[in-house]
């Protein structure tokens, strides 16, 4: 299965990246800079772009099967980076007749249903006075996927971390509670494994542990 990953060049996405080749998929790897490509294995193919950019984003796609996106906010990025990126992805998705897609956001896109934790509630409650704007991409880039013809899954983590520990297993809900800390490794692993899985689809689930 060839798939592609946009936002390849973040910390997330370098592990996603080398997770999929390993699980022995055929990956594009979307970047915005060269200088990540060192990190990458061989094999890769490197696509070089603007997610902003609708004619770079269809490129990319191009014979592909599968999607991930783990684009998130820099210094100076759009404050609906997430959004428009993800509009990009979806519109170029139905013109190549790809259904496929998983994203990766905050548990600040709530969904009906869910139970958050306290701890949940108050991180995000501090996010949400300190910088409201990506609260409301992941919301707005929710919404994109839920209107979109595609066969989309959002997972939903509460904070991301760096661990070298081998990620053997996880835990996945429909709402929670999230745990407080989840590995970029175990993500890489989730994202993988859900690609070619339809138990998500068309659901946002929370990982749980």
């Not at 139970?115 to 990506?134: A, C, F, H, M, W």
């Not at 971390?161 to 590995?183: C, F, H, M, R, W």
């Amino acid at each position: 299965m060839k798939i592609c990953i946009f936002g390849a060049d973040g910390r997330t996405g370098v592990e996603v990246v080398n997770y999929a080749k390993q699980q022995g998929f055929d990956v594009t790897a979307f970047v915005y800079s060269d200088a990540i490509n060192k990190y990458f294995p061989n094999g890769v193919s490197i696509k070089k772009g603007d997610v902003m950019n609708y004619e770079a984003v269809l490129e990319a796609l191009k014979d592909s099967q599968g999607v991930i996106s783990v684009v998130g906010h820099i210094k100076g990025s759009d404050a609906l980076m997430q959004t428009k990126g993800i509009t990009n992805i979806v519109r170029a998705m139905e013109e190549l007749g790809i259904k496929r897609v998983l994203s990766l956001t905050g548990t600040g896109a709530r969904i009906e249903g869910d139970t958050p934790s306290i701890i949940d509630k108050v991180l995000n409650y501090i996010v949400g006075i300190i910088d409201p704007e990506r609260i409301n991409d992941g919301v707005q880039h929710l919404k994109i996927l839920q209107n979109s013809h595609s066969d989309w899954t959002v997972v939903r983590v509460l904070k991301l971390g760096d661990s070298n520990i081998e990620v053997v297993n996880y835990k996945l809900t429909d709402g929670g509670p999230a745990e407080l800390q989840t590995s970029r490794k175990k993500i890489a692993k989730i994202l993988i494994d859900l690609i070619s899985n339809d138990t998500y689809i068309k659901k946002a689930p929370v990982v749980s542990g």
